[in-house]
């Protein structure tokens, strides 16, 4: 059973038909990646699980309790880091949290033992200034410490990077990654380089609905599109290649650069023995013959066409 599990959710905003039949099932402790252009449904999917706002139908599980719309209950198993965090600026970090914890509940103790983990976490332990003079990225990441202050079993965090530079975003992303294993990550993000930097699973949500989803490997492998990256020893030998009568069908795209050869086979019969077989033939042996593993942006554009 997942952390969190979504079924056949429906929402619209007068005629425009946000989510058409969600299904996505996040299994416990994975990053989770959940990807979609701007304006897919993701903070939309976000507010949902939080019981921020009405489902027209279907259902939302966490921790295999049903969430319901303005309750709050399934709210004490998650951590939220919405993307643009609101803070009390004139407040430093441990006053805040602080703060957080006493309405969380938590003793004195335990808010003291656990601001000073998550403030070292990420990365503020040294910051006892006012929160109204943080940068962008330091606020995210005393929402981040906000968020883990009740140990929750799953953070979900809104575009947690979106805003950031490379920087900042890859300060966040190491700290998701640290939080990896205590608890479960959902991050909703256009941006495919993070994914690919800390997930283990995607979810690409387009049109309503999960256009993709499970591991990037298994994703990887199943949009394996026989591409093949071939270097030759010199440009003569390429040239012979790209020229040869075999490789003249319509399902073999061929481009070459110098003695780097592409291939692409779109006819699912073909594999790369063909190719091989066609080398051998020609008696040539290049210098590098490589299985093309596709992208999550190529991934991506696939299925959001
Ligand atoms: P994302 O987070 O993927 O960028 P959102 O969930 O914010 O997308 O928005 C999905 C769509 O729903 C957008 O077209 C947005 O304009 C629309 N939308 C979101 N909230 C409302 C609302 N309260 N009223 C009307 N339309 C909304």
Known sequence: MGILEIKQLYKCFGHHKVLK??????????????????GAGKTTTMKIILGLLKADSGSVTVCGEEVRYGETKTNRNIGFLPDVPEFYGY???????????????LTKSRIKTRSEELLELVGLKDANKKIGGFSRGMKQRLGIAQALLNEPKLLICDEPTSALDP??????LDILLAAK?????????????????????IAVLHDGKLALCGTISENKKRHRHNGFAIEFENEKDALLF???????????????????VTVLLTDSNMDGHFILDVLSQMRIVPL??????????SMFMEVVQ
């Open 21 to 38: 039949g969600l299904d996505m099932d996040v299994p416990e402790h994975s990053i989770f990646g959940f990807v979609g252009k701007n």
């Open 91 to 105: 407040m430093n970090p441990l006053e805040y949290l602080k703060l957080c914890g006493e309405i969380t509940g």
């Open 167 to 172: 920087i900042g975003r890859k300060e966040i």
């Open 181 to 201: 294993g205590k608890t479960t990550i959902v991050f909703s993000t256009h941006i495919l380089s993070d994914v690919e930097r800390i997930c283990d699973r």
């Open 242 to 260: 790209e020229n040869t009568e075999e490789l003249k069908h319509p399902s073999i795209n061929l481009s070459r650069d110098g003695n780097a």
């Open 288 to 297: 590098r013959f490589e299985v093309m593993e596709p992208t999550l942006e």
